[in-house]
């Protein structure tokens, strides 16, 4: 049982749908997804990408992945956003989201970024678990604040 990660090639985008839809539905919001493989296409491979991921693969297909991109903050600078870990349930408790983490860790690293930041749900015991493993900080203190595109929109 061979795991291995490598970064994401557009031919790894409708896998990379795929376990996307999963966590979606792992977290009980499987109409949230509305982005395609055009979308992913144009805003990871062409002319200003503004994502990278990395896939891991086991048994011969795709499992996992991890995306991240680079943000500026205006207190540190350059700084990683790791969107999301998916690995598909099925293949959970090998060690592959630890791998794909340290990809995204390995990437912070060579770009020289001041922080490397992530979200998890208060209710993700699993998630919650490793990143205190690994000793992250868990900041209580800053809350999540959106805008939806019809809200932009609507934004006067």
Not at 97 to 119: A, I
């Amino acid at each position: 049982m061979t795991i291995s990660v490598r970064k994401g090639l557009k031919t790894d985008l409708s896998a990379a749908l795929g376990l996307i839809k999963e966590l979606a539905l792992y977290e009980k919001a499987p109409d949230e997804v509305i982005v395609t493989i055009e979308d992913m296409e144009r805003d990871g491979f062409g002319e200003n990408p503004v994502f990278n991921f990395f896939v891991a693969e086991m048994d011969g297909k795709i499992v996992g992945i991890s995306l991240y991109y680079v943000k500026y903050s205006t207190w540190k600078g350059k700084c990683i956003f790791l969107e999301d870990i998916i690995v598909t349930e099925r293949y959970r408790k090998h060690g592959i989201g630890k791998k794909l983490f340290d990809e995204v860790v390995k990437v912070s690293k060579e770009l020289n970024v001041q922080r490397l930041e992530w979200q998890v749900l208060d209710w993700n015991e699993p998630a919650i678990r490793f990143y205190e493993k690994i000793n992250s900080n868990l900041n209580k203190e800053w809350i999540n604040c959106k805008l939806t595109k019809e809200q932009i929109m609507k934004y006067q």
